[in-house]
């Protein structure tokens, strides 16, 4: 079955850098577009980062392009996100996500808290 661990969260002062990781099973890893969603408390889930099966194509919102960066390693069957100049608005739990068959899978989140 389809598994999604994240890890890397944390606490970081605002201007710091976070790297998440995302180690997926149950599927042919390099076949698919990986995603990191990101959800505050109160408010609705936003796409932070996207990258194409091969990594030759990543897209992001306004909200943090230039800052994050979005990386994946077929071989290790891991998505990375590196954050950096992080703000506090940048607060939430992130989630990475795969679509297989025309479902959604998520892993359960790493919580990143930017503050001073």
């Known amino acids: 079955q389809v598994q999604l661990v994240e890890s890397g969260g944390g606490l970081v002062q605002p201007a710091g850098s976070l790297r998440l990781s995302c180690a997926a099973s149950?599927?042919?890893?390099?076949?698919?577009?990986m995603t990191w969603y990101r959800q505050a408390p109160g408010k609705e889930r936003e796409l932070v980062a996207r990258i194409s099966g091969i990594g030759s194509t990543t897209n992001y919102p306004d909200s943090v392009k230039g800052r994050f960066t979005i990386s994946r390693d077929n071989a290790k069957d891991t998505v990375y996100l590196q954050m950096n100049s992080l703000k506090p608005e940048d607060t939430a739990v992130y989630y990475c996500?795969?679509?297989?068959?025309?479902?959604?899978?998520w892993g359960q989140g790493t919580q990143v808290t930017v503050s001073s």
């Open positions: 996500s795969v679509r297989t068959w025309g479902v959604d899978y």
């Open positions: 149950g599927f042919t890893f390099s076949s698919y577009p």
